[in-house]
T-cell receptor
Framework: AAGVIQSPRHLIKEKRETATLKCYPIPRHDTVYWYQQGPGQDPQFLISFYEKMQSDKGSIPDRFSAQQFSDYHSELNMSSLELGDSALYFC???????????????FGPGTRLTVL | DAKTTQPNSMESNEEEPVHLPCNHSTISGTDYIHWYRQLPSQGPEYVIHGLTSNVNNRMASLAIAEDRKSSTLILHRATLRDAAVYYCILNYGGSQGNLIFGKGTKLSVKP
């Protein structure tokens, strides 16, 4: 079965650079979530989209922005990167009714971002 | 969001049942109980969820206390592949659905 695809899988950037992470949800899924997992930490919710509109926002820095496109894929844009942004970034998708809490989320393999 | 409490770690032997407890004494009537797990170097993976009644699926069973202040995830026969961090998450029935991960239980499985 098709799963959530994230690209790139690994990314190395310098401080103050920008990065773009991409997420391709499972076909027909209309809701996308982004999570950040720092080293030794638990995943933290960043932001979510339903039908191309932002539906919820967590602890996402102002330097980060995201959007969901007409084909439902999503991109997380990160600017002025800091050392503390080094983390695993997971995307999840669900077939939701605006993120109804019983909808199962399917996670991608993650993008490992390293900021030097 | 209501808080959950889980043991930091647990150990099990292969092919034996495992009971992973979760306390959620401040749970509200509309909070669903979700369990996800994260295998090493992978994204979290859905295991099971329930509201009031016990639930079974091909991966596990979820036993929910009558007062809903605690629940137990049951793996009927642990395998080495079940070694992971298990997260018990409450999710309000009317929320936007994002998952609030707390400190899960790291399960080790011995051969």
């Amino acid at each position: 079965a098709a799963g959530v695809i994230q690209s790139p899988r690994h990314l190395i950037k310098e401080k103050r650079e920008t990065a773009t992470l991409k997420c391709y949800p499972i076909p027909r899924h209309d809701t996308v979530y982004w999570y950040q997992q720092g080293p030794g930490q638990d995943p933290q919710f960043l932001i979510s989209f339903y039908e191309k509109m932002q539906s919820d926002k967590g602890s996402i820095p102002d330097r980060f922005s995201a959007q969901q496109f007409s084909d439902y894929h999503s991109e997380l844009n990160m600017s002025s990167l800091e050392l503390g942004d080094s983390a695993l970034y997971f995307c999840a998708s669900s077939l939701g009714r605006q993120g109804v809490s019983t909808d199962t989320q399917y996670f991608g393999p993650g993008t490992r971002l390293t900021v030097l | 969001d209501a808080k959950t409490t889980q043991p930091n770690s647990m150990e099990s032997n292969e092919e034996e049942p495992v009971h992973l407890p979760c306390n959620h004494s401040t749970i509200s009537g509309t909070d669903y109980i979700h369990w996800y797990r994260q295998l090493p170097s992978q994204g979290p993976e859905y295991v099971i969820h329930g509201l009031t009644s016990n639930v079974n699926n091909r991966m596990a069973s979820l036993a929910i206390a009558e007062d809903r202040k605690s629940s137990t995830l049951i793996l009927h026969r642990a395998t080495l592949r079940d070694a992971a961090v298990y997260y018990c998450i409450l999710n309000y029935g009317g929320s936007q659905g994002n998952l609030i991960f707390g400190k899960g239980t790291k399960l080790s499985v011995k051969p």
